[in-house]
């Protein structure tokens, strides 16, 4: 089981910036794969970006260009570094990480932060 603490949401105007951040309570390298994933009031939850721990990434056809997912291991933390913000972009953001076991995927689940973007 891996904890996750994201901390970094906001409220911010169209065209801004913020960066979310997420500690896990264990090594990062050894978590098979971190993402980030948001759900908006009244949809369903969405990934946004994933990133191996082989430095593979993901990012939902929305973000890309955008959004940059990143890691950093000695400090055990995933960055979303989210550019041009929209006011789509507004949900909650939580982070996800995925460890496989003999083939069968765990998944834990931070406790999310919030997004807005006024136009």
């Known amino acids: 089981q891996v904890q996750l603490v994201e901390s970094g949401g906001g409220s911010v105007q169209a065209g801004g910036s913020l960066r979310l951040s997420c500690a896990a309570s264990r090594t990062v390298f050894s978590i098979n794969a971190m993402g980030w994933y948001r759900q908006a009031p009244g949809k369903q939850r969405e990934l946004v970006a994933t990133?191996?721990?082989?430095?593979?990434?993901n990012y939902a056809d929305s973000v890309k260009g955008r959004f940059t997912i990143s890691r950093d291991n000695a400090k055990n933390t995933v960055y979303l570094q989210m550019n041009s913000l929209k006011p789509e972009d507004t949900a909650v953001y939580s982070c996800?990480?995925?460890?496989?076991?003999?083939?069968?995927?765990?998944?834990?689940w931070g406790q999310g932060t919030q997004v807005t973007v006024s136009s």
């Open positions: 990133i191996t721990s082989g430095g593979s990434t």
């Open positions: 996800n990480a995925r460890i496989l076991i003999s083939g069968v995927p765990y998944d834990d």
